[in-house]
């Protein structure tokens, strides 16, 4: 079968401030790529948005934070036959001009799954300084748990093949999904890859992580690695 576009899946939650910005881009710019923006039971108007623009959505019923959201676009991908996947935050954070970079590793067999990196050459948008304190650490347990290193974590920009677009149809952690899904992937035998991004800041709005969160994101993420890595190693003998 002829491989298809790759697919971008841009998760939105009260993105109405952004997601037409986001869409346009694409559309206008990018048209070798496809998308489908799945709006995670927004209560702006965001679905609004993409309804009356006719963007290529999906508007789930009720909120099922970021990873029901990013799987419901794995779902999409798996069962449109997808080869390549690549997700991006609904904010304006992710350039879509780098997006052939973060597939070009997946394209040449040398990646299952590639993130884009804001920490390689430190350029553009770096988040705070408390922030990247915490990626670190969690970089360091993954390390522990996966033998993999992996420096940005917690980065929405990442691409996948056919194999991870199935495996994360399947399984994809909930809540703050991005450095469990790595784990998921090493214990998976995925090929992950970094390669240099450049971030923007959001558009609009503020992150979904606030500062009084970032204690129990923290004991969430450390402890969900840990059971995520005990619990496959268990399934996996």
């Known amino acids: ?95 879509v001009s780098q997006l052939e970079k973060v ?7 040398e990646a299952d799954i590639v993130i ?7 350029a553009g948008f770096q988040s705070s300084k408390a922030r990247r304190a915490g990626i670190k650490f969690l970089s360091g347990l993954i390390h522990i748990c996966t033998g993999k290193k992996v420096f940005d974590v917690t980065s929405g920009y990442r691409a996948v093949n056919s194999r991870f677009i199935h495996i994360y149809a399947e399984n994809y952690p909930n809540d703050y999904p991005e450095p469990e899904a790595l784990v998921v ?12 991004i450049i971030m923007n800041e959001r558009k609009s709005g503020t992150s979904s992580i606030r500062a009084w969160k970032s204690v129990y994101y923290m004991i969430k993420v450390t402890l969900a690695i840990i059971i995520c890595r005990i619990s496959l190693g268990i399934r996996r003998q």
């Open 1 to 95: 079968m002829e491989s298809k576009k790759p697919l971008i899946i841009i998760p939105a939650y009260k993105e109405e401030a952004n997601i037409e910005f986001v869409a346009d881009n694409i559309i206008n710019n990018y048209p070798q790529y496809d998308y489908i923006i799945v709006n995670d039971g927004s209560k702006d108007n965001t679905a609004k948005i993409c309804r009356e623009r006719n963007y290529n959505f999906c508007d789930l019923p009720i909120n099922l934070g970021i990873g029901g959201a990013v799987q419901t676009g794995y779902k999409y991908a798996e069962r449109n036959g997808y080869d390549i996947a690549v997700q991006i935050d609904g904010d304006g954070q992710h350039d």
């Open 103 to 109: 597939i070009a590793p997946i394209k040449n067999g």
């Open 116 to 122: 884009g990196s804001r920490f390689i050459t430190k």
């Open 185 to 196: 992937a090493a214990i998976n035998g995925g090929k992950v890859k970094e390669v240099p």
